[in-house]
């Protein structure tokens, strides 16, 4: 599953903040050795070998930039400079910030992901937000028919008559992962993990269609049968990738100038690899020997080579 990645509760200096959405586009970047390197030099010394660790340069890139994303934001959001950006993960492996800048501070929270072709970032100044982001493809092997079979578990009744309703296979597979983003963006908002039955959750989505370049904000979702105070923001990145942003309210007794829950259709920007190393400072001194381990990866597993979506 793509990674999730948060803070809550930290430290900020700025009085007023914004609503972040950043994309990049990872499928497109084919990295150069002096970018790959420096890349490596700008992240933790655990993170980077974690990076190292992935078989295949798609899973590398995304990850590198999903750090790089969340470290961005905490150097130029939060003003802590990029060399003193300290984080670790929970026992559940989610990042958080360590850093303590001052008593005051906002109920910072962000979220990353990472899926097909490009990496995505939310974060928000006072409310819960979970991102995720699904690139519609086709099913390894087999019909859309069976694959749906196999994931019969993982939706409602009411949400499979929505996705099967659809007039040709491709558009109940863009249905499909529509609906698994929106349950996952809830998921990693609450983060509670892996273990909770997707079929507690359930979505009314709208509109049907969507167009690229706009944010929808009406799909409501159903708890244990219960409708939620939760906004969706859901995006086509492109015609293939699908982006739901879950916004919540946090559960700590509300200030008289806490934000609402509403959908403000904040865009996401899509970043160049220029703006993601805008701040960026080298923490660690360089491995040559990090890009021969890039370098010796495949792209992609081979099937996925031999049958494009």
């Not at 798609?58 to 950006?85: V, Y």
């Not at 370049?213 to 939760?230: I, P, R, S």
């Not at 923001?233 to 015609?239: A, F, G, Q, R």
Request: overall charge negative; glycine content about 6%; proline content about 4%.
């Amino acid at each position: 599953m793509p990674g999730s990645m948060g803070i809550k509760g930290a430290a900020c200096r700025l009085l007023a903040m914004e609503s972040v959405r950043w994309a990049f586009h990872c499928g497109s970047w084919a990295p150069t050795r002096a970018e790959w390197l420096l890349c490596a030099q700008c992240v933790q010394p655990e993170e980077k070998h974690r990076i190292g660790q992935f078989m295949f340069t798609r899973d590398a890139k995304a990850a590198m930039a999903g750090r790089l994303l969340i470290r961005k934001l905490i150097a130029e959001k939060l003003q802590i400079p990029w060399s003193k950006i300290l984080l670790q993960r929970t026992a559940k492996g989610k990042p958080f910030l360590v850093n303590e800048i001052s008593s005051q501070h906002l109920n910072f929270n962000f979220n990353v992901s990472h899926q097909g072709d490009y990496a995505v970032l939310a974060a928000e100044p006072e409310l819960h937000v979970g991102v995720d982001i699904m690139k519609t493809d086709l099913p390894g092997s087999g019909s859309t028919e069976e694959f749906f079979r196999l994931m019969n578990r993982q939706f409602t009744e009411k949400e499979w008559c929505t996705i099967k309703s659809m007039n040709c296979d491709r558009s109940r597979l863009d249905m499909f992962y529509r609906h698994w983003a929106l349950k996952e963006s809830f998921i990693k908002a609450i983060g509670v993990g892996l273990g909770f039955n997707l079929q507690r959750i359930e979505f009314e989505v709208s509109p049907i269609n969507m167009e690229t370049g706009k944010a929808y904000g009406k799909t409501k979702m159903w708890l244990d049968e219960e409708q939620e105070n939760w906004i969706f923001e859901e995006y086509l990145l492109d015609n293939q990738h699908h982006v739901a942003v879950a916004l919540g309210e946090l559960d700590e007794p509300k200030r008289e100038n806490s934000k609402k829950v509403t959908c403000e259709n904040t865009m996401f920007t899509v970043l160049t690899f220029e703006d993601l190393m805008a701040s960026a400072v080298p923490i660690t001194s360089e491995d040559p020997e990090y890009w021969d381990n890039f370098q010796s990866k495949q792209e992609v597993p081979f099937r996925q080579r031999s049958n494009p979506s």
